[in-house]
């Protein structure tokens, strides 16, 4: 079993950065072979975020890329996102999500969540 703890949402203004964290335990990290972010907006679907692979490969959703980071840090058990230039459509609130199988943008192929990191942009 795999738990997942977000952390780093908040308040900020168009234009600001915040850098989300999400903490794995209950099993070894490093053989985690995917992480990825999600986001889920009042009245909205869950959507894909970003992903990386136990190759060290990137995918991003069009609206965020150039724009949002995925990283991880096998050591500490973290996913980190950084997410630069916010504006005030990125507010959502923000998942990890862990193992998948299956395609990326759909949220049923990941295996384990976090409960989620609140992001507000304001204008």
């Known amino acids: 079993q795999v738990q997942l703890v977000e952390s780093g949402g908040g308040l900020v203004q168009a234009g600001d950065s915040l850098r989300l964290s999400c903490l794995a335990s209950?099993?070894?990290?490093?053989?985690?072979?995917?992480m990825g972010w999600f986001r889920q907006a009042p009245g909205k679907e869950r959507e894909f975020v970003a992903e990386?692979?136990?190759?060290?490969?990137?995918d991003y959703a069009d609206s965020v890329k150039g724009r949002f980071t995925i990283s991880r840090d096998n050591a500490k058990n973290t996913v980190y996102l950084q997410l630069n230039s916010l504006k005030p459509e990125d507010t959502a609130v923000y998942f990890c999500?862990?193992?998948?199988?299956?395609?990326?943008?759909?949220?049923?192929?990941?295996?384990?969540w976090g409960q989620g990191t609140q992001v507000t942009v304001s204008s």
């Open positions: 999500a862990a193992h998948r199988s299956g395609s990326k943008q759909v949220p049923a192929a990941w295996r384990y």
């Open positions: 209950g099993r070894t990290f490093s053989v985690l072979p995917t």
């Open positions: 990386l692979d136990w190759s060290a490969n990137t």
